[in-house]
Nanobody, 123 residues
Framework: EVQLQASGGGLVQAGGSLRLSCAAS????????IGWFRQAPGKEREGVSC????????YYEDAVKGRFTISRDNAKNTVYLQMSSLKPDDMAVYYC????????????????WGQGTEVTVSS
């Protein structure tokens, strides 16, 4: 069964850190790009970061550059999103998604989605 499972969300104070994990199964993980997206209440889903499956190249949206770091462990079929200096604006449900090889900032280009993990940032 093709599956992505996001975890690691929780409540954190502004300025704090969290690490999200996205565990994959059922497909050739190292051939897939994994993206993180988020959706805050009342807002549209937006891209956060992405990591390619082949080269490991990483991409970040401007809102998180310098604060978030995406990485992957192909031996564990897992992608991580280390989030630091969290702000109330980062509060959202975070989703991971997969597509073959190349990254995209558009969620519509991803065919495999995880269930989401909620991040709450208190000010």
């Amino acid at each position: 069964e093709v599956q992505l499972q996001a975890s690691g969300g929780g409540l954190v104070q502004a300025g704090g850190s969290l690490r999200l994990s996205c565990a994959a199964s059922g497909f050739m993980f190292d051939a897939y790009a994994i993206g993180w997206f988020r959706q805050a209440p009342g807002k549209e889903r937006e891209g956060v970061s992405c990591i390619r499956g082949d080269s490991g190249a990483t991409y970040y949206e401007d809102a998180v550059k310098g604060r978030f770091t995406i990485s992957r462990d192909n031996a564990k079929n897992t992608v991580y999103l280390q989030m630091s200096s969290l702000k109330p604006d980062d509060m959202a449900v975070y989703y991971c998604a997969a597509r073959p090889y190349v990254c995209s900032r558009y969620g519509s280009n991803f065919g495999i989605w995880g269930q989401g993990t909620e991040v709450t940032v208190s000010s």
